[in-house]
């Protein structure tokens, strides 16, 4: 199941951000209490038998959404969750008034890449050496008006 997360999911995303994401320097469940407080932040959270199993940060500014990070715990995944959890974002920004949404993704990160492509996300530009280890980010859009 879906839903968005409360203060008390802080700690268990913190830990599953710290496992999924690549060289974060997000200090978990901080990072993650001051989105969920954030009148711009959006995290949800899929949840099955009181695990979280999955999570989706990102935030909504006026009319453009952006995802910051994205993770499924690793037993868990190709069962079509991080798309579910795309798909939930999206759904909960266009209700906020949003009209395009953003990211960055490690230009390695084929899964990623994949998922978000399948999404209906497109890379619009490179940054180069963006991370802290030199690797390249891709910059992926998804604008709604007209996409189903
Ligand atoms: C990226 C991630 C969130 C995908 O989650 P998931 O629940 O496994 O994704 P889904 O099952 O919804 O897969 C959706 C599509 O993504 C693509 N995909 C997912 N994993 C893939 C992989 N390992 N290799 C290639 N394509 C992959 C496929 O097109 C897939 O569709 P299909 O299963 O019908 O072929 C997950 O791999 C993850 O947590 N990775 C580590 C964290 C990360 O890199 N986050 C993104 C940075 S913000």
Same mark, same amino acid.
């Given at each position: 199941m879906i839903r968005l997360a409360t203060t008390t999911d802080a700690s268990a995303v913190g830990t599953l951000i710290i496992e999924t994401i690549q060289g974060t320097t997000k200090s978990g469940s901080a990072w993650v209490s001051e989105q969920i407080d954030s009148? @711009?932040?959006? *995290?949800l959270v899929d949840e099955?038998?009181?695990?979280? !199993?999955?999570?989706?940060? &990102?935030?909504?500014v %006026?009319?453009? /959404?952006?995802i910051h990070d994205l993770g499924v715990a690793e037993t868990s995944r190709r069962n079509g969750i991080g798309s579910k959890l795309i798909? $939930?974002?999206? /759904?909960? *920004? %266009? =209700?906020? &008034? /949003?009209? @395009?949404?953003?990211?960055?993704?490690r230009a390695s990160?084929? $899964? /990623? !890449?994949e998922a978000y492509?399948? $999404? &209906? +996300? @497109?890379v619009i530009a490179q940054r180069? !050496? +963006? +991370?802290?280890?030199?690797? =390249? $980010?891709?910059l992926m859009r998804h604008?709604?008006?007209?996409s189903s």
């Open positions: 009148p @711009t932040g959006v *995290v099955e038998l009181q695990q979280i !199993r999955g999570f989706i940060v &990102g935030q909504i %006026i009319d453009e /959404a952006e798909k $939930a974002f999206e /759904a909960h *920004v %266009i =209700h906020q &008034g /949003a009209v @395009t949404c953003v990211l960055e993704v990160n084929n $899964a /990623a !890449r492509a399948k $999404a &209906g +996300y @497109t180069d !050496r +963006y +991370y802290s280890d030199g690797e =390249h $980010a891709l604008d709604f008006k007209g």
